[in-house]
Nanobody
């Protein structure tokens, strides 16, 4: 059965860093694109970043560009999100997404599998 499990969330001060991991099993990791989304309280789930299977093609939301870096290790079936220079507005539950079906990388509905989420809290 396909499964995505996130880890690495926690409480950090503004300006600090965290690295999230998403361990995939089953067919989820064989898809070309994997993504990260986040959802803050009272807000809709929003796109953060996506990475192609080749690891060379990546996309970022404007709000995290230059601060976050997505990467993947295909041998370990794991996707990472390195988050630096964290801000209070980055506080959210972060979700890993797999089984990309299109049409757009930044659409929640484009992904068929989701992890349970990991909480990131940035204190100011």
């Amino acid at each position: 059965q396909a499964q995505l499990v996130e880890s690495g969330g926690g409480l950090v001060q503004a300006g600090g860093s965290l690295r999230l991991s998403c361990a995939a099993s089953g067919r989820t990791f064989s898809t070309y694109w994997m993504g990260w989304f986040r959802q803050a309280p009272g807000k809709e789930r929003e796109f953060v970043s996506a990475i192609h299977r080749d690891g060379a093609n990546t996309y970022y939301a404007d709000s995290v560009k230059g601060r976050f870096t997505i990467s993947r290790d295909n041998a370990k079936n794991t996707v990472y999100l390195q988050m630096n220079s964290l801000k209070s507005e980055d506080t959210a539950v972060y979700y890993c997404a797999g089984n990309y079906l299109g049409p757009r990388l930044d659409y929640v509905s484009s992904y068929g599998y989701w992890g349970q989420g990991t909480q990131v809290t940035v204190s100011s």
